[in-house]
């Protein structure tokens, strides 16, 4: 009897408890993992659905750019008679850069700034500066924000860049006395953002059969 007492006191039937304590500690540990997977799902999920709006607002902005640029070139032809740049030819730039979107902003803004080009009622719009970029000379092909010299220097070309950091595209059709092969034909001027994907295809007109692009213009 004294030694089934003393059994109780000491503990002896606890390695029963340990088990049960073990198998408590293993599903708590099948619960951990759980909850981490669950979290890594969600932040996927999260960061998808972040990524989608980014991209529907980036293609928002674009459409509302060249909406505002469209509306600020019929001003401008209803003043002067013609689209800006309608003397520009493609010469001897590749189909994919050429650009005159420089002219198109010279028109645009007149005075205000640069100064000494412009329509009579310019300017016409006025587009955000910390969105005007000039051509960075340090490194070729790249953009940078352009300074104040910059934008009162009518000398230096002035592009006006879309959400993905990419320069506007502008080309006048309607002032041609036959039309070019490198015109889109769409309207008497096309205006584009080349999108998200950083490549120039609208200028090569509509996609063939099978074949889609991401260009925002004014078509």
Same mark, same amino acid.
């Given at each position: 009897?004294?030694?089934?007492?003393?059994?109780?006191?000491?503990?002896?039937?606890?390695?029963?408890?340990?088990?049960?304590?073990?198998?408590?500690?293993?599903?708590?540990?099948?619960?951990?993992?759980?909850?981490?997977?669950?979290?890594?799902?969600?932040?996927?999920?999260?960061?998808?659905?972040?990524?989608?709006?980014? +991209?529907?607002?980036? $293609?928002?902005? =674009?459409? /509302?750019?060249?909406?505002?640029?469209?509306?600020?070139?019929?001003? %401008?032809? #209803?003043?002067?008679?013609?689209?800006?740049?309608?003397?520009?030819?493609?010469?001897?730039?590749?189909?994919?850069?050429?650009?005159?979107?420089?002219?198109?902003?010279?028109?645009?803004?007149?005075?205000?700034?640069?100064?000494?080009?412009?329509?009579?009622? +310019?300017?016409?719009? $006025?587009?955000? =500066?910390? /969105?005007?970029?000039?051509?960075?000379?340090?490194?070729?092909?790249? %953009?940078? #924000?352009?300074?104040?010299?910059?934008?009162?220097?009518?000398?230096?070309?002035?592009?006006?860049?879309?959400?993905?950091?990419?320069?506007?595209?502008?080309?006048?059709?309607?002032?041609?006395?036959?039309?070019?092969?490198?015109?889109?034909?769409?309207?008497?001027?096309?205006?584009?953002?080349?999108?998200?994907?950083?490549?120039?295809?609208?200028?090569?007109?509509?996609?063939?059969?099978?074949?889609?692009?991401?260009?925002?213009?004014?078509?």
């Amino acid at each position: 009897m004294f030694r089934n007492f003393f059994t109780c006191l000491t503990g002896a039937n606890r390695p029963s408890s340990s088990r049960s304590s073990s198998s408590r500690s293993g599903f708590t540990l099948i619960e951990l993992m759980i909850v981490v997977a669950i979290i890594g799902v969600l932040s996927t999920l999260v960061t998808k659905m972040i990524q989608m709006a980014q +991209a529907r607002s980036f $293609e928002a902005n =674009a459409k /509302s750019d060249i909406s505002t640029m469209s509306t600020a070139l019929e001003a %401008y032809i #209803r003043d002067m008679g013609v689209y800006p740049a309608w003397e520009e030819k493609l010469g001897a730039q590749d189909l994919e850069e050429f650009n005159s979107f420089p002219v198109l902003y010279e028109n645009l803004q007149g005075d205000n700034p640069p100064e000494g080009k412009g329509g009579k009622g +310019a300017p016409y719009s $006025e587009l955000a =500066a910390d /969105s005007i970029a000039v051509l960075d000379e340090d490194n070729d092909g790249f %953009y940078k #924000r352009a300074s104040r010299d910059d934008l009162f220097d009518p000398d230096v070309e002035k592009y006006y860049l879309d959400p993905w950091s990419e320069p506007y595209f502008y080309r006048e059709n309607a002032s041609k006395r036959r039309k070019e092969d490198w015109m889109l034909k769409r309207r008497k001027y096309d205006l584009w953002s080349i999108g998200p994907d950083g490549e120039n295809q609208a200028c090569f007109g509509y996609p063939e059969e099978d074949e889609e692009y991401d260009d925002i213009g004014n078509w």
